[in-house]
């Protein structure tokens, strides 16, 4: 029987979920929805409890106490319903080794009394010229990519993605990205957790903060940035320390880097590029070459936890 | 049900396309079969045959219960030990725990001679007394029997003088093949089991496939189901291959029954309980390799599938009765080779409580995840 009260549009509702092994406290009291049809990012560091979270929201493990709703079922007693309608890539997809790609979705719907038209789900994910070739003899990427048609084969109403371009290069990354992105224009809702902040921001419709156990923060990108995050920086590339005095005479922060000839400008609401420019020009002072960097996710998290992502981390 | 045939046909084509695999399961037992079968199928191994000769005059043998201990004994196939024919011979067999014991009854001489006399009308008797328990035993029977055989067809050209009492199974023709094929298709049905519940259960927990399979309607008992009916399968493939090369290659006779079947299958399910109760122990895969051959190789060597039981030190043979190969490999050897149907049957219910008992245990502390 579906959750009572829960709205339509509500695909995710988690109220005060906590997990515990022993004395470690993996999720403390966490509340939040997640809305049908969107993609929604779930960030944290090391040990933060993501991984713990959405494996909870899976029906893998048990919570300690709280409650979560999945597409209107309770996950303490609905979890067979739960998993006939969502479908789930885990961190670092792995199958048997000696099926082949198509073998292998066939198996898998086959789990879910699922007859979805495989031939379009290897299309998707664009693996038609290895259909035929054995799960062990695929690539990093491609793996990941049939986990995502596995994850597909029973045509669900969510999906739940687990670092699902952990570990790959950037350009198997970005073809992970285009299909998720593809997934989200289908009217999935995708629950994504990654520790790729450029991830989160390209993907998300919104992006969840955990830290030690707790979210800190839920908004979309743009919002926790302009909440967040520090304000947009202008790097000019091989000038001279006198272009820190002149800056800051804008009341601008400058700062000058002895070891690459950089000065990186700190810009706010009231002094824009085009004045910074004509300070320096007016001064007679040279620099090579100028960049804008936006304010990303990146600050939002090191101000909010104030831990960076680093490339390697992994989660409990 | 639908589940358990798809992962089931999911891991036979995995088997098909994994030639280690393959090899360890058929080649290497084929291999040994080849290998043992060559060296010991020609050689002179030598059996232990207690004989009690009550046939003597003034403590002497009689002409012919003498040479028939003498023929026995130029065969070079027994090592001879007399008994005293003072005492019982089957309370001597038994309190001594002997496989076997000839005993030459008093009189026999004078039999032989009627025997002669009659032109066959009458015969000499000698008693062979066995514990049906023993794997060595129809072996040495069987070898008494063709050298009473022979000695008829020298002495008479075919007419029976001279014959074999208390026989309970029909007269076959023994060697060290019949012993040893029984031993290997028990050997596979554990190697096959054990190695594929400790290993693929810690690979699979290892790599995330049981996480993967966790997140579909697929049940853990679907999975275990679908894991015992493939080691069945491919304990049976073992069975027929092995059959089909002592048939061929050694001329070999041998029985294929329902008892033998449901032997093989019940062995195949036990193994696959104790290697789950193991897998849930091991860490990771090495852990699992390690743990799997801790378990297989000492019931490899001390359950009689490769040597008689008889011909190892009195207390490998206490720890053998305590290994469930043991009770496989005999009661193999019993319901395919020797004919003794009812130490087949007790064999086979044996493992079957045991497998039962395995599975159980094996399935509920079976964990896709920890909570």
């Known amino acids: 029987m579906r959750g009572i009260g829960l709205s339509n549009s509500v695909a995710i509702e988690v109220q005060q979920l906590t997990k515990r092994y022993g004395e470690l406290v993996a999720v403390n009291a966490i509340s939040f929805t997640v809305n049908r049809g969107e993609i929604f990012a779930f960030l944290g560091p090391n040990g933060a409890g993501k991984t713990t979270t959405v494996e909870i929201l899976e029906c893998l493990r048990k919570p300690t106490s709280g409650k979560a709703y999945v597409l209107e079922f309770d996950i303490g007693k609905n979890q067979r319903e739960i998993k006939k309608r969502t479908g789930v890539l885990p961190q670092d997809f792995y199958t048997y080794e000696r099926l082949t790609v198509r073998e292998t979705i066939q198996y898998y719907a086959g789990m879910f009394d699922a007859r979805p038209d495989v031939d379009e789900l290897i299309r998707l994910v664009d693996l038609e010229d290895k259909k035929n070739v054995l799960f062990r003899n695929l690539s990093g990427g491609l793996k990941q990519r049939l986990g995502i048609a596995v994850a597909l084969v029973n045509d669900p109403e969510m999906v739940f993605l687990d670092e699902p371009s952990s570990g790959l290069d950037p350009k198997a990354r970005h073809g992970v990205w285009h299909l998720i992105d593809g997934l989200h224009k289908k009217g999935k809702t995708v629950f994504l957790t990654t520790h790729y902040m450029e991830e989160a921001e390209v993907l998300a419709d919104r992006v969840g903060i955990i830290h030690n156990g707790k979210i800190v923060a839920l908004d979309s990108p743009e919002g926790l940035i302009s909440e967040h995050g520090t304000r947009n920086l202008l790097i000019l590339r091989k000038t001279s320390p006198k272009a820190v005095l002149n800056i800051e005479k804008l009341g601008l922060k400058a700062k000058y880097d002895g070891a690459t000839g950089d000065v990186t400008v700190h810009l706010n609401h009231a002094v824009g590029v085009s004045d910074v420019l004509h300070a320096l020009s007016g001064a007679d002072v040279p620099f090579g070459e100028l960049q804008l960097k936006r304010s990303s996710l990146e600050d939002v998290f090191l101000n909010l936890t104030g831990v960076s992502l680093g490339e390697e981390e992994s989660s409990i | ?371």
């Open chain 2, 1 to 371: 049900m639908s589940h358990v045939v798809i992962d089931l046909k999911a891991s036979l084509r995995s088997f098909w396309r994994d030639k280690s695999t393959i090899f360890w399961t058929l080649a290497f037992p084929s291999v040994l079969i080849l290998l043992f079968g060559a060296i010991f199928s020609q050689s002179s191994m030598r059996y232990d045959l207690y004989v009690q000769n009550q046939d003597l005059t003034d403590g002497k043998p009689t002409y012919w219960s003498g040479t028939f201990t003498t023929v026995l004994n130029s065969t070079n196939v027994f090592n001879i030990h007399m008994v005293d024919a003072s005492v019982n011979g089957t309370d001597y067999a038994l309190a001594n725990r002997l496989s076997s014991l000839l005993i030459i009854p008093s009189g026999f001489n004078a039999s032989a001679n009627m025997a002669f006399f009659t032109h066959g009308a009458t015969t000499a008797n000698v008693t062979f007394v066995y514990d049906q328990s023993t794997s060595s035993a129809p072996v040495v029977q069987s070898i008494v029997m063709s050298i009473v055989d022979k000695l008829n067809f020298e002495l008479s050209k075919g007419v029976e003088y001279l014959a074999v009492e208390d026989l309970t199974i029909a007269p076959k023709r023994f060697g060290f093949i019949d012993f040893f094929i029984p031993g290997v298709i028990g050997m596979t049905a554990m190697t096959t089991s054990i190695f594929t519940s400790v290993s693929i259960s810690a690979r699979y927990k290892q790599n995330g496939i049981f996480h993967k399979l966790a997140t579909t309607p697929l049940k853990r008992y679907e999975w275990i189901l679908s894991r015992t009916i493939y080691n069945v399968l491919i304990s049976y493939l073992g069975m027929a291959v092995m059959m089909l090369m002592g048939m061929a290659i050694f001329g070999m006779k041998m029985t294929l029954d329902a008892v033998s079947l449901l032997m093989v299958a019940m062995a195949s399910l036990m193994f696959t309980g104790l290697g789950m109760i193991v897998a849930r122990f091991v860490k990771d895969p090495d852990g699992a390799d390690a743990a799997a051959n801790v378990i297989t190789f000492p019931m490899m060597f001390l359950s009689g599938t490769f040597f008689q039981l008889s011909q190892m030190p009195q207390f490998l043979q206490t720890i053998a009765q305590v290994l469930p190969l043991t009770y496989v490999n005999e009661g193999l050897r019993a319901a395919m080779i020797f004919g003794q149907t009812q130490q087949a049957i007790m064999n086979t219910a044996l493992i079957t409580v045991l497998g039962v008992v395995s599975i159980v245990v094996g399935s509920l502390i079976t964990k896709w995840e920890e909570d």
